[in-house]
């Protein structure tokens, strides 16, 4: 695997449902990044972590909750969602937290659909 | 708060021809980054900015780092069908580590 890989690719889940997103990158990078994109609307940060601490929690409801056991994986698991909650949701790292000389990758997403 | 607004919001365009969109903010930027999403997809990252006035090509693809640090501008030459898709700038919010994405430009091009 090469790159920024996230799974699943499609999840359908009611809104009494727990389930986790999945996503690791295989490029060496230190910082991860969880976004959400809505129809229509600009990319919005959710979650940042640098060299696993969280540095960002951009006010994500409490029913969002991200876990990055290493460098290398990132996950959000959800529960309780609702039906707005549904959208692509993307996973990105890059070398470190700086935003300097330090372009950020993203994977292919997981797109959600809340019923 | 800062924000990104791109031009156009969508253009359709024949094959060969040239594309040129822009990406503005209020504020100063350090970085600029220009990204191409296929449907279903990630973003892409097409090319980095880091210094104003700078000017960078990628194959058919140009970007230039306003001298104002206000904007930046995406070109590309000779259109094929593949480079249907949404062009999204970003840059790093002040202060911060976060990046923050344009509104988006959609292009598509009609062989």
């Known amino acids: 695997e090469t790159g920024v890989t996230q799974t699943p690719r499609h999840l359908v889940m009611g809104m009494t449902n727990k389930k986790s997103l999945k996503c690791e990158q295989h490029?060496?990078?230190?910082?991860m990044y969880w976004y959400k994109q809505s129809a229509k609307k600009p990319l919005e940060l959710m979650f940042v972590?640098?060299?696993?601490?969280?540095?960002e929690n951009n006010s994500v409801p409490s029913r969002f909750s991200p876990e990055c056991p290493n460098s290398s994986h990132l996950f959000l698991h959800l529960h309780t969602l609702q039906p707005e909650d549904s959208a692509l949701y993307l996973c990105?790292?890059?070398?470190?937290?700086?935003?300097?000389?330090?372009?950020?990758?993203f994977g292919p997403g997981t797109r959600l659909t809340v019923l | 708060g800062q924000q990104l607004n791109q031009s156009p919001q969508s253009m359709f365009i024949q094959e060969g021809e040239d594309v040129s969109m822009n990406c503005t903010s209020s504020s100063i930027f350090n970085t600029w980054l220009w990204y191409k999403q296929d449907p279903g997809e990630g973003p892409v990252l097409l090319i980095a900015?880091?210094?104003?006035?700078e000017l960078t090509s990628n194959g058919r693809l140009t970007a230039q780092f306003g001298i104002t640090r206000k904007d930046s501008f995406l070109n590309i030459s000779a259109s094929i069908p593949s480079d249907v898709g949404i062009y999204f700038c970003a840059g790093p919010t002040s202060g911060t580590y976060k990046y923050i994405f344009g509104t988006g430009t959609r292009l598509k091009v009609l062989a």
């Open positions: 990105a790292s890059s070398q470190s937290g700086r935003p300097i000389y330090n372009e950020q990758f």
């Open positions: 972590y640098n060299f696993k601490e969280q540095t």
């Open positions: 490029l060496g990078h230190n910082a």
């Open positions: 900015l880091y210094k104003a006035g």
